[in-house]
């Protein structure tokens, strides 16, 4: 799988696919997702149980362990969705502060509730991921967790990481990974592809769009970890490291953001 896939095509393909346009009626790619995780929002902590079997604390606790934060380090976390990066962020490395940024107002205010105890550290935003009201050089480090994937553009989104990332800085990327297991590759296409759609759909969301056909159809289009690792490097990040959780299902990408010639700082 090539970046080519993830284009303004895929995302036309996208939206008939998984029935957005049946559902939701905007203008642009942008506005289907902002309105999808808006319906969503209340129901989206639920739903990525089903779909990780229980298992996305543990990833995201062990994903978070390896980010290079050091003391008093300003982290962005982009596509926050209901917060748990932030929170884990700001638990896992007391002394950082964290601006957690999301387009989905429905969203946001779901992760301030959970993150209730914890707000004088972690600041929630609405905002757009390809054009972030941030100065360049702004952040120490930043986080994508399943958000590539929405974004129109995933170099876009990975561009304006860098700019608004000070050089030496991290930006890391988690998201949906292949599988290597060819056995485990086997089950998990079958509890992702089938068993979770009609459960999602007998459990969550009876008359309403069923959120569970959007993940595993986005994967289509989604760049697998060798291509993502490569796009990384095309657009000029260094030392970029790949990380796989549950055979590869899982992926982290944690790349260092180079100087203004191009260099590490």
């Not at 895929?10 to 939701?24: H, P, S």
């Not at 289509?220 to 590869?248: C, H, K, N, S, T």
Request: aromatic share 12%; with cysteine.
């Amino acid at each position: 799988m090539t970046t080519k896939l993830h284009n303004d095509q895929a995302k036309l393909d996208l939206i008939e696919n998984v029935g957005f346009d049946r559902y939701f009626k905007p203008g642009k790619w942008a506005e289907y997702n902002r309105q999808f995780f808006d319906g969503l929002a209340e129901k989206y902590d639920a739903t990525n149980e089903l779909h990780s079997l229980g298992t996305k604390s543990r990833f995201d606790r062990r994903a978070v362990a390896r980010l290079p934060i050091n003391v008093n380090a300003h982290v962005l976390d982009l596509c926050t969705g209901s917060g748990d990066i932030a929170i884990e962020i700001a638990r896992h490395y007391p002394e950082s502060r964290i601006t957690a940024v999301d387009a989905s107002g429905n969203m946001l205010e779901v992760a301030r509730r959970k993150a209730d105890g914890l707000l004088d550290r972690i600041t929630f935003e609405q905002g757009d991921a390809l054009a972030l009201d941030y100065p360049d050089d702004h952040f120490d480090g930043a986080v994508i967790s399943f958000g590539l994937r929405n974004l129109a553009s995933l170099e876009a989104g990975l561009t304006e990481l860098q700019r608004v990332v000070k050089p030496g800085g991290f930006v890391c990327n988690i998201d949906q990974g292949k599988p290597k297991n060819s056995l485990f590759n086997v089950i998990y296409n079958v509890q992702f592809k089938h068993i979770a759609p009609v459960l999602g759909k007998v459990i969550f969301h009876r008359g309403e769009f069923n959120s569970f056909r959007y993940l595993p159809e986005s994967n289509r289009y989604f760049p697998d970890q060798v291509a993502l690792i490569e796009i990384f490097r095309e657009l000029g990040y260094l030392d970029v490291l790949e990380y796989d959780y549950w055979f590869g299902a899982v992926a982290q990408q944690v790349a260092v953001v180079p100087d203004h010639e191009g260099g590490s700082k």
